[in-house]
């Protein structure tokens, strides 16, 4: 499975931004699509995920201001955010797991098999 991010850039406090993540070699039909988020100098940490049959997963910290979803025909999940502020400031990452569709699992970065190269957010206030 290869993943393709885009979508990243400038932008200030209060707007939008729409990351895409586009895949290959397998259908995300089939797997569990998560985005996780690096600010400098911190850990890698979960954004939110989408299963194979569309549950919806997020991290506290962006619940109710970004929106997962994804596009069958073209084989891309998008990570659409709302109501940037500066701690949104990061490299976002898309991720494929193969496994099952549970909360206890697809908050951890080992249950992701496979990553795209990373996307620039910036958020200015």
Excluded at 22 to 51: D, H, P, Y
Excluded at 86 to 115: L, N
Aim: glycine share 12%; aromatic share 10%; proline share 2%.
């Amino acid at each position: 499975v290869q993943l393709q991010a885009s979508g990243g850039g400038l932008v200030q406090a209060g707007g939008s931004l729409r990351l895409s993540c586009a895949a290959s070699g397998r259908s995300l039909t089939s797997v569990v699509s998560g985005w996780f988020r690096q600010a400098a100098n911190k850990e890698r940490e979960f954004v939110g995920a989408i299963s194979h049959t569309g549950s919806k997963l997020y991290a506290d910290s962006v619940e109710g201001r970004f929106t997962i979803s994804r596009d069958n025909a073209k084989n891309t999940v998008y990570l659409q955010m709302n109501s940037l502020a500066p701690e949104d400031t990061a490299i976002y990452y898309c991720a494929v797991s193969i496994g099952g569709f549970h909360p206890a699992r697809v908050g951890r970065r080992s249950s992701y098999d496979y990553w795209g190269q990373g996307t620039q957010v910036t958020v200015s206030s």
